[in-house]
């Protein structure tokens, strides 16, 4: 069982940076790939950017060149460094594990995750 935990979020100004990070417990990450997936109110839940067990990385369009993600599996956190924020990137944005046996592999799909944080709010206005 893996147990995750989002820190991170909060209101900030369009234009602002966040960094979120994910910690997790009762296991290291190492055999997983991570994602950060975000829900903003009345819509569903989606990809934003994801990280394999070796870094290949991938982003959705619509955060690509602004948001980053890395992980240190070593202290098992993911972090998502989030610049250049606009009021559309207003969402609760979770952290999920998916147990990946290829080191290359990564979903950008919500059903192949295996593991989901509670979610944190990130609130992007004026």
């Known amino acids: 069982q893996v147990q995750l935990v989002e820190s991170g979020g909060g209101l900030v100004q369009p234009g602002g940076s966040l960094r979120l990070s994910c910690t997790a417990s009762?296991?290291?990450?190492?055999?997983?790939?991570m994602g950060w997936f975000r829900q903003a109110p009345g819509k569903e839940r989606e990809f934003v950017a994801g990280i394999s067990r070796i870094p290949r990385t991938s982003y959705a369009d619509s955060v690509k060149g602004r948001f980053t993600i890395s992980r240190d599996n070593a202290k098992i956190t993911v972090y998502l460094q989030m610049n250049s924020l606009k009021p559309e990137d207003t969402a609760v944005y979770y952290c999920?594990?998916?147990?990946?046996?290829?080191?290359?592999?990564?979903?950008?799909?919500?059903?192949?995750?295996?593991?989901w944080g509670q979610g944190t709010q990130v609130t992007v206005s004026s």
């Open positions: 999920a594990a998916e147990r990946q046996g290829d080191y290359w592999g990564l979903s950008t799909k919500v059903n192949e995750y295996d593991y």
């Open positions: 009762g296991r290291t990450l190492a055999s997983y790939a």
